[in-house]
């Protein structure tokens, strides 16, 4: 695919993605880092990602098929955001942890019973934030069964979200863009096995 070549070029071009060894949120060590919240500094590729994420929500689910989106902060908003935009479609989002004061709801947005969502996340690695998410959804009686990430590091998050039956659909994932990266001998081949392992190993 054109986009995610392009794509991938850009990140490593622009530091988004590093290699090396690096300590993640949850503790576990990875041979890559990637910060998808710096794709909004450069409206363009911003703009692009948007537009094809927004194609292959159309090609697997169908704009008609769903009544909202829903994301969770804080790079997943921002995406879905944008995408909302473009779609012209309601959005909704789920706190991390409801809010202290005031209504103290975990769940932003206008929602109703049997009201169909489609979540928007920017990376997938366990699916734990999405899960977090699905999972207050549901118990708002929302009805979802399709995630969206722009990048799935494939360490786990489909298994665990084929578990809850919610199926992911991705732009890309972490071997696709080693490999182009690889390709374009951008990257050597000690960096692309390492890459492979680390997926292997989940």
């Known amino acids: 695919m054109e986009f995610v070549k392009e ?35 450069y409206p363009h590729q911003f703009r692009k990602m948007i537009k094809n994420l927004q194609n292959l929500i159309i090609e697997k689910t169908g704009l008609d098929n769903f009544d909202s989106l829903a994301s969770v902060p804080t790079g997943g908003l921002v995406v879905a955001s944008a995408l909302a935009i473009e779609v012209v479609k309601p959005l909704i989002y789920v706190r991390n942890k409801p809010k202290e004061h005031g209504t103290t709801k975990s769940i932003e947005g206008k929602t109703s019973a049997g009201m169909k969502v489609v979540m928007v996340d920017d990376v997938a690695t366990t699916g734990t934030s999405v899960l977090n998410g699905i999972k207050q959804l549901k118990e708002s009686g929302l009805s979802i069964s399709d995630v969206y990430v722009i990048i799935n590091r494939l360490e786990g998050a489909d298994k665990a979200l084929d578990d809850m039956g919610v199926q992911i659909h991705q732009l890309t994932d972490i071997l696709e863009i080693t490999n182009v990266l690889f390709q374009e001998k951008l990257v050597s081949k000690e960096i692309f096995d390492k890459i492979k392992n680390q997926v292997n190993q989940n």
């Open 7 to 41: 794509f991938a070029i850009f990140l490593h071009k622009n530091d988004i993605i590093k290699f090396g060894d690096f300590t993640l949120t949850s503790g576990k060590n990875s041979s890559y880092y990637i910060d998808l919240r710096l794709v909004p500094s």
